[in-house]
């Protein structure tokens, strides 16, 4: 990231913001260009597998194979749009997804080149699943592109504080995307990640909230209700899973998700862009809650005034959630 | 023969778990499972396969056998999963799975 770059970021102010945006990034002759590519490990777990559709290729027969497609293209527009960023890298590295990994895969991953999407148990016969395909959800697949963002970005480490910001950071804009594509403000969005990812046999909203951490779900084939914290004092100290990266980002998703109620309107213009400034230029490897706190704050109040509302309803939020600025 | 894996993690980062007395199993699934356990030089294996940098979103397995009176167990992440060991974590994951119907 260039200074001048930088610059150009933190000089963008007030809801003038966005229309200068989108003066100088869907202009008539767009210099950057999506670029996507589609493989199938064909159930294996050798990637990236085999090519099946390219940039601008016809729908293929295979629904999740169209789903992967459109899914990263909506997250390339996304970043595009929102905040002229040119794809994951933010120099047009071409995106690449690999479908039908491995067989009754319940997951998702960014492997730190490509997206790799699970069939989750679509081999079962439908009474005896639990997961859908992981590509149904275009959270998800905005989820595991914005970990290259990151990547490329504040490269937060992936344990403890710093990894459930870096899942948060995926939650946050996994969300977004999905609702700048529905066109939704943050009162009309469900702030529900991977809606549609369990079967209708579970007892449940989706994975994770960011509105209400904890209860996304309640299911004995789930071993109960959804865990997460959505307070500092809950915070999960364990080994497992890195040190709770999936458990501890509850809280960090909560924050934003005052933030954006309290700013309303669209939430990836004003809350959004003071996440994404603060992914780009404040926050770094080993940032944790706190950090991420007063960089946001900080960030706001260039953006938008010390004394704007924009500032005060990211202090709130973090305050909110337990955590002082 | 006792084996446990237990897998953390994923997108999910849902806890997930089989345990398996060979004694009460089929004599045929039991020794289909001891040879697997034997094919993976379980014993030898290393307590923790993992790689300082964590991939995002990939699940972490602690996985333990006890067998004669000898306990071990071994931590792995999923990229770092040795190739002899997955056959043992693919059965377990599928006698799991079967157990949701």
Same mark, same amino acid.
């Given at each position: 990231?260039?200074?001048?770059?930088?610059?150009?970021?933190?000089?963008?102010?007030? %809801?003038?913001?966005?229309?200068?945006?989108?003066?100088?990034?869907?202009?008539?002759?767009?210099?950057?260009?999506?670029?996507?590519?589609?493989?199938?490990?064909?159930?294996?777990?050798?990637?990236?597998?085999? *090519?099946?559709?390219?940039?601008?290729?016809?729908?293929?027969?295979?629904?999740?194979?169209?789903?992967?497609?459109?899914?990263?293209?909506? +997250?390339?527009?996304?970043?595009?749009?929102?905040?002229?960023?040119?794809?994951?890298?933010?120099?047009?590295?071409?995106?690449?997804?690999?479908?039908?990994?491995?067989?009754?895969?319940?997951?998702?991953?960014?492997?730190?080149?490509?997206?790799?999407?699970?069939?989750?148990?679509?081999?079962?016969?439908?009474?005896?699943?639990?997961?859908?395909?992981?590509?149904?959800?275009?959270?998800?697949?905005?989820?595991?592109? +914005?970990?290259?963002?990151?990547?490329?970005?504040?490269?937060?480490?992936?344990?403890?504080?710093?990894?459930?910001?870096?899942?948060?950071? %995926?939650?946050?804009?996994?969300?977004?995307?999905?609702?700048?594509?529905?066109?939704?403000?943050?009162?009309?969005?469900?702030?529900?990640?991977?809606?549609?990812?369990?079967? =209708?046999?579970? !007892?449940?909203?989706?994975?994770?909230?960011?509105?209400?951490?904890?209860? =996304?779900?309640?299911?004995?084939?789930?071993?109960?209700?959804?865990?997460?914290?959505?307070?500092?004092?809950?915070?999960?100290?364990?080994?497992? *899973? !890195?040190?709770?990266?999936?458990?501890?980002?509850?809280?960090?998703?909560?924050?934003?998700?005052?933030?954006?109620?309290?700013?309303?309107?669209?939430?990836?213009?004003?809350?959004?862009?003071?996440?994404?400034?603060?992914?780009?230029?404040?926050?770094?490897?080993? %940032?944790?809650?706190?950090?991420?706190?007063?960089?946001?704050?900080?960030?706001?109040?260039?953006?938008?005034?010390? /004394? %704007?509302?924009?500032?005060?309803?990211?202090?709130?939020?973090?305050?909110?959630? /337990?955590?002082?600025? | 023969?006792?084996?446990?894996?237990?897998?953390?993690?994923?997108?999910?980062?849902?806890?997930?778990?089989?345990?398996?007395?060979?004694?009460?199993?089929?004599?045929?699934? $039991?020794?289909?499972?001891?040879?697997?356990?034997?094919?993976? $030089?379980?014993?030898?294996?290393?307590?923790?396969?993992?790689?300082?940098?964590?991939?995002?979103?990939?699940?972490?397995?602690?996985?333990?056998?006890?067998?004669?009176?000898?306990?071990?167990?071994?931590?792995?992440?999923?990229?770092?999963?040795?190739?002899?060991?997955?056959?043992?974590?693919?059965?377990?994951?599928?006698?799991?799975?079967?157990?949701?119907?």
């Amino acid at each position: 990231m260039t200074e001048q770059l930088r610059g150009q970021r933190l000089g963008m102010t007030g %809801s003038k913001t966005m229309a200068l945006q989108g003066m100088l990034f869907a202009g008539p002759k767009p210099a950057q260009q999506k670029t996507r590519l589609i493989y199938t490990a064909d159930n294996s777990v050798a990637l990236p597998g085999r *090519d099946v559709r390219s940039e601008g290729a016809p729908p293929s027969g295979d629904q999740t194979v169209n789903e992967a497609y459109d899914g990263s293209g909506a +997250t390339y527009d996304f970043y595009q749009k929102g905040y002229g960023r040119n794809s994951v890298d933010g120099k047009g590295m071409r995106l690449d997804s690999t479908v039908h990994y491995e067989r009754g895969y319940d997951n998702a991953f960014w492997n730190g080149r490509q997206m790799v999407y699970g069939d989750g148990d679509e081999d079962l016969p439908p009474g005896e699943r639990v997961f859908n395909r992981f590509t149904v959800a275009l959270d998800v697949i905005g989820h595991e592109l +914005t970990h290259g963002v990151t990547q490329f970005e504040a490269s937060l480490v992936y344990w403890d504080q710093p990894g459930a910001l870096n899942e948060s950071l %995926s939650d946050v804009f996994g969300s977004l995307v999905k609702q700048m594509s529905l066109n939704q403000t943050a009162s009309q969005a469900d702030w529900i990640i991977g809606k549609g990812l369990f079967t =209708a046999r579970v !007892n449940a909203k989706g994975i994770r909230s960011m509105k209400d951490p904890g209860t =996304a779900y309640d299911d004995p084939l789930l071993n109960g209700k959804d865990p997460q914290p959505a307070h500092m004092r809950d915070y999960v100290n364990t080994s497992e *899973d !890195n040190g709770g990266v999936h458990l501890n980002s509850g809280i960090p998703n909560r924050a934003f998700y005052l933030t954006a109620a309290e700013i309303g309107g669209h939430a990836w213009e004003r809350a959004g862009h003071i996440w994404y400034v603060a992914l780009c230029d404040k926050l770094g490897s080993r %940032s944790d809650f706190r950090h991420a706190a007063r960089m946001t704050k900080q960030v706001a109040a260039k953006l938008y005034g010390p /004394g %704007s509302a924009e500032a005060k309803a990211v202090q709130k939020a973090w305050t909110k959630v /337990g955590i002082k600025i | 023969m006792k084996i446990r894996v237990q897998r953390s993690g994923g997108f999910a980062g849902l806890q997930a778990g089989t345990d398996v007395d060979t004694d009460s199993l089929p004599k045929e699934e $039991s020794q289909q499972l001891k040879e697997l356990v034997d094919s993976s $030089s379980f014993f030898e294996l290393p307590p923790v396969i993992k790689s300082r940098n964590p991939i995002p979103d990939r699940f972490s397995y602690r996985i333990t056998v006890e067998s004669q009176g000898h306990e071990h167990t071994v931590e792995a992440s999923e990229a770092e999963l040795p190739e002899k060991l997955r056959p043992l974590v693919q059965r377990l994951d599928a006698m799991r799975r079967s157990k949701r119907r």
